[in-house]
């Protein structure tokens, strides 16, 4: 995994001493923790410079000052917060700062001092999460030092369970940022399937990899369908976690590529298809996160990997495949694929009972153009719906839910089959969705189309350019509160 900040503390700012310190703005250039200190020994001239340079404190705000030998700090670097600022906000803060620092050794900050809940541990997840680089394809690796962030005192005496926590979290968000970074050509089904068996093991989760053939054995139609037009067959992971208490039941999409099968995508379509597997990958490195946080819930993971690849035994528009809770679906566009082998990964996740089932998908187009590229689509039962909701709200993570109108499912119908794969050009991320609520039998789910916000072209606060991780924060919170509602 791509090696993340290291996290220490520090003396109170006005006893320490380092290269860069980092310290918040409120609007109005109302000095946060720290800030007033820096302001009073540095004198007119930082004011002045922060007006000359329009910084008002509002939240994206960022300067840095050269202190000039007026401070036992080489460099300030000031954040705006805004007016009373929330957990997401620090978090953002503390990454903008995080990027915004000059090359050094440490960086010492007090964010963590904002008058906000859980303000901690956003410092720290925002901070390691902007500290992520990925550089496995670079021939000369950037000579950037990773900065080290020094938490000024004071401190809560549990300060060091809350960096840990947060450290795991972003451990888990850098290992789907690693999955989803890395080439189609290195990764297969069973490459990503033994990685995701690696990280799982290592949080004390037990693991199975179906092949090909137990697919076969299993009745997995959906999920072979998938595959058959690749030289590399698909595999379904499946990782249960040691806790005890509600379960939770994460199933996730893992196309390793995308080509689109036999309905081809277009070259430019194609370009970024090797994040077609974020969805599985979020999945399992939640899960690993969940069961290494001792979290109190049953944690299961299903993770359908295949290459859609249009191989000479690839499925045809007009094939019929049946799923493994008996239904059968008529295969109209083979590039909607990711229902296909969810249909399989789904119906497994139900016989189990979970008390509650998620599935994250990167699943249509149609997503993005609904609700642009840095919001999911939520859907599902209505319970269900409203507890992803609120735990993406309280881990910083946009969703927005959308209807499943039953009307809408007869654009499913199909003349030969149970059911069609596709619904029509229009309001094709509900269709794709319906097709899913098919094999959740009567559990409590939720769907997640992650098609925008799992990738990103461009870096922004803790975003890099590339795989985003999103997901993993909104499932954490949620094994959280289910395991606090018992």
């Known amino acids: 995994m791509t090696r993340l900040p290291d996290i220490g503390s520090a003396a109170a700012v006005s006893e320490g001493e380092g290269p860069v310190l980092a310290v918040p703005m409120g609007a109005d250039r109302e000095p946060g923790p720290g800030a007033e200190y820096v302001l009073d020994r540095l004198g007119s001239w930082a004011g002045e410079h922060l007006e000359g340079v329009g910084f008002s404190g509002k939240p994206g705000d960022v300067t840095v000052i050269p202190t000039g030998g007026g401070l036992r700090y080489n460099w300030v670097v000031v954040v705006g917060v805004g007016d009373d600022p929330d957990h997401e906000t620090v978090r953002r803060a503390s990454a903008t700062a995080y990027r915004a620092a000059p090359r050094a050794e440490s960086l010492v900050t007090t964010l963590h001092q904002v008058t906000t809940s859980d303000a901690l541990a956003a410092t720290v997840e925002g901070a390691l999460m902007a500290g992520y680089r990925y550089e496995n394809y670079r021939s000369e690796p950037s000579d950037r030092p990773q900065a080290e962030v020094l938490l000024a005192s004071p401190l809560p005496s549990d300060w060091s369970d809350t960096v840990e926590r947060s450290r795991i979290v972003a451990e888990a968000v850098a290992h789907v940022r690693d999955w989803v970074n890395q080439t189609g050509l290195d990764q297969g089904p069973a490459d990503l399937a ?177 609700l642009g590229l840095e919001i999911a689509g939520l859907f599902g039962t209505e319970d269900a719906r409203r507890a992803v909701a609120e735990a993406a709200e309280a881990a910083g993570e946009k969703v927005w839910p959308l209807p499943l109108p039953p009307e809408y499912r007869k654009l499913l119908d199909s003349p030969v089959a149970d059911m069609k794969n596709t619904g029509g050009q229009w309001g094709s991320a509900i269709t794709a969705a319906l097709v899913l609520k098919e094999f959740t039998a009567d559990v409590p789910w939720a769907h997640l189309d992650v098609a925008g916000p799992a990738r990103s072209a461009k870096k922004e606060h803790y975003i890099p350019e590339g795989g985003t991780g999103f997901g993993v924060r909104t499932l954490v919170e949620l094994a959280a509160r289910m395991a606090s509602e018992g």
């Open 194 to 370: 033994a990685q995701m068996s690696e990280v799982a093991t290592q949080a004390g989760m037990t693991v199975e990899i179906w092949d090909e053939k137990k697919l076969e054995e299993e009745g997995m139609g959906g999920i072979l369908s998938v595959g058959r037009g690749s030289h590399r067959p698909p595999r379904l992971v499946r990782l249960v976690g040691p806790g005890e208490g509600p379960k939770l039941t994460l199933v996730g999409k893992g196309i390793t590529f995308d080509s689109g099968g036999l309905s081809l995508k277009t070259p430019t379509m194609m370009e970024n298809m090797k994040t077609d597997m974020a969805g599985a990958a979020a999945a399992a490195a939640a899960g690993a996160a969940i069961s290494r946080l001792g979290l109190g819930v049953r944690v299961e993971v299903l993770a359908a990997l295949a290459e859609n690849m249009p191989g000479g035994r690839a499925s045809r528009p007009g094939d019929v495949f049946r799923a493994r809770n008996g239904k059968t679906v008529e295969v109209l566009n083979t590039d909607a694929e990711g229902r296909l082998v969810l249909s399989d990964a789904l119906s497994l996740g139900a016989e189990g009972s979970p008390d509650l089932m998620v599935d994250l998908a990167t699943l249509t187009g149609a997503c993005k153009v609904a």
